[in-house]
T-cell receptor, first 111, second 112 residues
Framework: EAQVTQNPRYLITVTGKKLTVTCSQN?????MSWYRQDPGLGLRQIYY???????DKGDVPEGYKVSRKEKRNFPLILESPSPNQTSLYFC??????????FGQGTRLTVV | DAKTTQPTSMDCAEGRAANLPCNHS???????VYWYRQIHSQGPQYIIH???NNETNEMASLIITEDRKSSTLILPHATLRDTAVYYC?????????????FGEGTQLTVNP
């Protein structure tokens, strides 16, 4: 089954403790990206990648890092999480031409 | 990418057609219209896309006006499970994945 898998689905952490949210896709897609969703602000893109070792900033990249060492994986790294990064996060993948597939989301709370 | 305007919310009776409008008056000739929906807090789901011809798939129909300045997503027989936020997105070419810009969308509520 074609899918984008994010882990964990829920995470509560403390300020400053580094964390990684993993994202994996099994469709051999070139594009992968990360979004965050906050009430009243909609979905905003954090980072995206057009292929292995090629990443670029989206609209709200501050406080986040990504890497694309393999085509199927695109982890989101928060080196020093802060409470304003409490949000619902989505990973997405898509081919060069065609629709995007989204993961089921990771609800992150930073206290 | 062209900006889109959608109503904030709409209601529809179960079994009836749901017609969701979208205005994109600044759309360029090489921009496609995409529709996604998000059920509760799940990941957005692709529905349909088109350039200038009307399109239909197993989920919905997309009607694009001749001047391409607006479009309508039609769910022919809405069910309770179609209750969701529907996003209309305009994208250059057919590449939908790299930079999708989501607006606030339309909250569709299907009532029994």
């Amino acid at each position: 089954e074609a899918q984008v898998t994010q882990n964990p689905r829920y995470l509560i952490t403390v300020t400053g403790k580094k964390l990684t949210v993993t994202c994996s896709q099994n469709m051999n897609h070139e594009y992968m990206s990360w979004y965050r969703q906050d009430p009243g602000l909609g979905l905003r893109q954090i980072y995206y990648s057009m292929n292995v070792e090629v990443t670029d900033k989206g609209d709200v990249p501050e406080g986040y890092k990504v890497s694309r060492k393999e085509k199927r994986n695109f982890p989101l790294i928060l080196e020093s999480p802060s409470p304003n990064q409490t949000s619902l996060y989505f990973c997405a993948s898509s081919p060069l031409v065609g629709e995007a597939f989204f993961g089921q989301g990771t609800r992150l709370t930073v206290v | 990418d062209a900006k889109t305007t959608q109503p904030t919310s709409m209601d529809c009776a179960e079994g009836r057609a749901a017609n969701l409008p979208c205005n994109h008056s600044t759309i360029s000739g090489n921009e496609y219209v995409y529709w996604y929906r998000q059920i509760h807090s799940q990941g957005p789901q692709y529905i349909i896309h088109g350039l200038k011809n009307n399109e239909t798939n197993e989920m919905a129909s997309l009607i694009i006006t001749e001047d391409r300045k607006s479009s309508t997503l039609i769910l022919p027989h809405a069910t309770l499970r179609d209750t969701a936020v529907y996003y209309c997105i305009v994208r250059v070419g057919g590449t939908s994945g790299s930079r999708l810009t989501f607006g606030e969308g339309t909250q569709l509520t299907v009532n029994p």
